[in-house]
């Protein structure tokens, strides 16, 4: 299954739906924990989802370098340029040029999101809408990582 490219795309989210009223059920629980004094918990079924759901959107070819690599590589829909996403929430996302690293980028939605929704916000983001994504990101040389 492959996502459509949504455009505007808010924060480099996805809709949430049906899952809005989970999202405020954690974000109420984060928000207690933290008045509480403890730190937020990682929620491992979000996690796990989040993985689903990335794996169900990638290329067959991306899938197997994240499986095989913990990155997938991503075409710009605008420029066509080469984009690197590794797991992480930022600083993962990276510009190649002949196989090698030549600036990393930072951008990401907001929130306290798992790692795989954060990549695949990035994914829709860079295919469908990379003027955005160039115009906000903050960049660093190659050496910086």
């Known amino acids: 299954m492959t996502l459509p490219c949504l455009s505007p795309l808010p924060y480099f989210g996805v809709d949430l739906g049906q899952d809005r009223a989970y999202a405020a059920a954690m974000a109420a629980a984060a928000n207690q924990a933290w008045q509480l004094g403890a730190p937020p918990k990682t929620d491992a079924a979000a996690a796990k989802r989040a993985t689903e ?30 984009y690197r996403i590794r797991h992480g929430k930022s600083h993962n996302v990276e510009l190649m040029r002949d196989g090698k690293r030549v600036r990393t980028l930072c951008f990401y939605p907001g929130g306290n999101l798992p790692a795989a929704d954060c990549m695949l916000a990035q994914k829709i983001a860079i295919e469908c809408d990379e003027g955005s994504v160039l115009a906000i990101a903050n960049f660093s040389t190659a050496e910086a990582r």
Not at 54 to 82: C, H, I, R, Y
């Open 53 to 82: 759901l990335l794996e169900a959107s990638l290329t067959p070819a991306q899938l197997e370098q994240f499986k095989a690599n913990g990155w997938f590589d991503v075409v710009g829909g605008t420029t066509g340029m080469l």
